[in-house]
């Protein structure tokens, strides 16, 4: 993902991906560790943008009516979907976490337009503009 766009996502949702780093709550002798999303970033292209923007726009508004603060611990994409990994998500938040990653696989991840998953070497959700294209 483009750096700005990273940014903006970590500056709109500070709370799910913070650049603190992480311990065992349940554990004070586990040495607390960056994330994974903190140390590589949104392993994913810009067509996603959205996606994750709405997906933590409603993890985080579910928080703030009781639900338990998400923390991002790695974001990235994998066989064509969006995979994201957090912790501390109750079954209405893993929910919006699985059709997000389900939503994944419809929209190209260069753009955001309409997609389906390509199978070309490798495995991509593409529109069939970027059919062929990386994510750059
Ligand atoms: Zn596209």
């Given at each position: ?75 990235k994409e994998k066989f064509g979907g ?25 929209l190209c991840e260069v753009c955001g ?22 994510n750059e």
């Open positions: 993902m483009s750096p700005e766009l990273e940014a903006k996502l970590r500056a709109d949702y500070p709370l799910i991906f913070t650049a603190e780093p992480i311990g065992d709550p349940d554990d004070p002798d586990v040495p607390a560790v960056l994330t994974l999303c903190a140390t590589w970033g949104f392993e994913c292209g810009d067509g996603w943008y959205d996606l994750i923007d709405v997906l933590c726009l409603n993890l985080q508004y579910a928080t703030k009516n009781g639900a338990p603060q998400v923390v991002a611990r790695q974001v969006l995979r994201f990994y957090a912790g501390g998500p109750n079954d209405e938040q893993a929910g919006m976490i699985q059709v997000a990653a389900s939503m994944s696989t419809r337009n309409r997609g389906k998953l390509v199978r070309n070497g490798w495995i991509k959700t593409r529109c069939a503009e970027h059919e062929n294209a990386d």
